[in-house]
């Protein structure tokens, strides 16, 4: 009994200073952003292009691109380490995650109506979704767009962030959109085969058919634009609501609260694209309909 209360406050111990050491780096990040402020120009800038850190060559290398990397390194560090020895009596935590990830499985072989097709789609599906939420709830960690250096552009000086949040170029959307696409394409392909697939677009049976074929087509490389134009639209309009609200008022407190707000709309977008990226396959795979 003893030996229960005491693992139970050991518990509580870790909840709050989990919870108070997020606190402290929150208040330090703040910090940091209000004082990189008060060096800047007091006027709100906001910059389409991510800034760019150095080059590698030809290539420049931008805070988002460098954000992306270290969003890779550390999921790659979690999945080694979490899959490094599984446990046939799982432990709690294990145990919390293989049920998550099969009623993931269970979710997608329903919608799919196949666990074979499950089996294969289920893992890019869920990197997505990772990957996304991770790249998204990274460009929310004190530090962020605060850390830096500070460069002459002309007779200016500038702030050159070494991190960004990620979703805010649209290139790294545009390239998760690109990975969505063709595994999309792919796995009609695979399912159906190249002829079949293509009579969904293609069709000369009919003038009906062949116009619905074509809006099929238009629409199908439409979703290259709507998939990153979405998440891109989102997590820049939150990056620049949050640099308002701290302009206009104390970057102490008030931010607080967004940054929650922001977090929730980071989980949402990174849900989105991949059940989007999910119901897409659904529809690759299906027969064509006969118009």
């Not at 380490?81 to 499985?105: D, M």
């Amino acid at each position: 009994m003893n030996t229960h209360i005491f693992t139970t406050h050991i518990k509580q111990f870790s909840t709050v200073l989990t919870l108070g050491v997020f606190s402290v780096l929150s208040f330090f990040g703040f910090v940091l952003q209000a004082s990189a402020a008060e060096h800047e120009v007091k006027s709100i800038s906001v910059h389409l292009a991510a800034p760019i850190v150095g080059h590698i060559g030809f290539m420049p290398i931008t805070a988002t691109l460098i954000s992306v990397w270290v969003t890779m390194v550390i999921l790659i560090t979690v999945a080694y380490f979490a899959g490094k020895n599984p446990k046939l009596i799982p432990s709690k935590l294990q145990s919390t995650f293989e049920v998550l990830l099969g009623s993931v499985f269970d979710y997608i072989a329903e919608v799919l109506e196949s666990k074979s097709l499950a089996a294969k789609y289920f893992p890019i599906i869920m990197t997505i979704f990772i990957f996304v939420l991770s790249m998204n709830w990274f460009g929310l960690l004190p530090g962020v767009t605060s850390i830096g250096y500070y460069a002459m552009h002309g007779t200016e000086s500038a702030f050159i962030p070494f991190l960004y949040p990620s979703a805010t170029d649209l290139n790294i959307t545009i390239a998760f959109a690109i990975v969505a696409f063709f595994t999309v394409e792919v796995a009609g392909v695979t399912v159906l085969g190249v002829w079949k697939y293509g009579k969904k677009f293609i069709n000369f049976s009919s003038p009906l058919a062949f116009a619905i074929g074509i809006i099929e087509l238009i629409s199908e490389l439409a979703r290259l634009i709507a998939f990153s134009f979405r998440l891109f639209g989102n997590i820049f309009a939150g990056k620049v609501l949050l640099l308002v609200v701290v302009f206009l008022t104390t970057p102490y407190i008030i931010p607080i609260p967004l940054i929650a707000y922001e977090a929730f709309v980071g989980f949402i977008q990174a849900f989105i694209f991949a059940i989007l990226t999910l119901y897409f396959i659904k529809i690759a795979v299906e027969e064509p309909h006969q118009h």
